[in-house]
């Protein structure tokens, strides 16, 4: 149980936007934040929260709820948090929680694997391995797989043992709010590392105003049909995709679809389909582009006072938690001049984390210095 003086300094350490030199990995076990929450995801595991915590643009502290919380059923969640000084408003004694700061400076390496632990849901492959640790290689070698599900030789029902579960959770930054507004201009940061498979370029293929009706497999929103193509590509299961462009309640609408027997066309004006880019080198340009009279509402880090949006833009992409800006240019009845630098978590994140008796899941290592063997892995059992 740390004093406040030790809670100071973490704060102190870990709330700079900027990168630090030193990573700071301290935890409060059995001590609660309370309130002030701005979100709650699912966790399987502190250390996941406190890097949820550490991706998400406005959370400062976090507290988690263990597997031994007796109060309720609330297992594993993660209460990302925030407050205008940056330090909690009040800590607490309770048993069952860990409590930490965000940590912006750390990378995600996330090499522990957890008995007895379900990743529910995100599936997009399945195969028969004949180990956990043979079922984590096989994310690790696909860049499409950010954790894993294994069920192991005793699981019941018989028929799925040994069964390996691949899951998908998004690395490109997705815009949460995407809107046409005037005296704004938006965009992305240049520094964003997007994912590439092959040293090959891709040559990408849009179908200007053409719409592939049905199919959806999920609707996201987008600044562009490039961005959209991206986040196509990025998803496996994603075989082509739909953009709207025309002005109504879908605009800038990214629909992406899965259908790998047939892809079938119709004329539509504003709409731009497209059919993604597999296995080679992505063409990153539109994060180039700016978006006059586009607002990427929320998501906000922070905002400065600059004189333009081409200062705003080398001002994001010179900031390593900027993702994407928007820029205020209105100068009547709203912020003159503002820059708004934002981001959205891109870390692998399970959507639901549940009990389950004989299954090991995982994450990919992918983003671990050590070597990808069974002696870079710790074990949490449930």
Not at 20 to 38: H, K, M, Y
Not at 109 to 125: I, K, P, R
Not at 326 to 346: A, D, S
Request: glycine share 4%; proline share 6%; hydrophobic share 30%.
């Amino acid at each position: 149980f740390h004093s406040r003086g030790s809670a100071l300094l973490l704060f102190s350490l870990c709330v700079s936007l900027s990168i630090s030199a030193e990573c700071v990995r301290e935890l409060l076990e059995n001590v609660d934040f309370p309130g002030t929450d701005l979100t709650q995801l699912y966790s399987p595991d502190v250390n996941h929260c406190q890097l949820l915590c550490t991706q998400h643009p406005s959370c400062l502290f976090f507290t988690f709820i263990r597997a031994d919380w007796t109060r309720d059923n609330r297992h594993f969640y993660c209460y990302l948090k925030s407050t205008p000084s940056g330090q909690p408003n009040v800590q607490k004694p309770l048993l069952g929680v860990t409590s930490g700061y965000s940590l912006k400076p750390c990378d995600p390496c996330l090499s522990q694997v957890y008995e007895n632990v379900d990743f529910y849901g995100a599936d997009y492959q399945t195969l028969f391995t004949v180990s956990y640790e043979e079922c984590q290689r096989a994310c690790t070698n696909d860049p499409s797989c950010q954790f894993f599900t294994f069920f192991n030789g005793i699981f019941t029902p018989e028929k799925i043992r040994y069964k390996c579960h691949l899951k998908f959770s998004w690395t490109v930054p997705r815009t949460p709010i995407v809107e046409a507004k005037p005296g704004v201009v938006s965009g992305f940061s240049h520094s964003l590392q997007i994912m590439t498979n092959s040293d090959t370029v891709c040559q990408a293929r849009f179908f200007p105003n053409t719409d592939i009706p049905g199919n959806d497999l999920e609707k996201v929103l987008a600044g562009s049909a490039e961005h959209c193509l991206s986040l196509c590509s990025a998803h496996p299961r994603c075989t082509y995709f739909s953009y709207v462009t025309s002005d109504g309640s879908d605009r800038f609408s990214c629909f992406l679809k899965s259908n790998p027997n047939e892809m079938i066309i119709s004329a539509k004006d504003g709409v731009t389909s497209g059919i993604p880019s597999r296995f080679c080198q992505q063409d990153n340009s539109w994060l180039k582009d700016t978006h006059d009279g586009v607002d990427f509402r929320g998501s906000d880090i922070r905002y400065v006072m600059l004189d333009d949006p081409e200062t705003c833009q080398t001002t994001c992409s010179q900031d390593s938690n900027c993702q994407f800006y928007t820029y205020i240019l209105c100068l009547i009845l709203c912020p003159r001049r503002r820059c708004y630098l934002k981001r959205v978590i891109t870390m692998p994140a399970p959507p639901k984390v549940t009990k389950l008796a004989n299954v090991v899941s995982g994450f990919s290592l992918r983003n671990c210095k050590t070597d990808l063997g069974t002696d870079a892995i710790t074990h949490t059992n449930v």
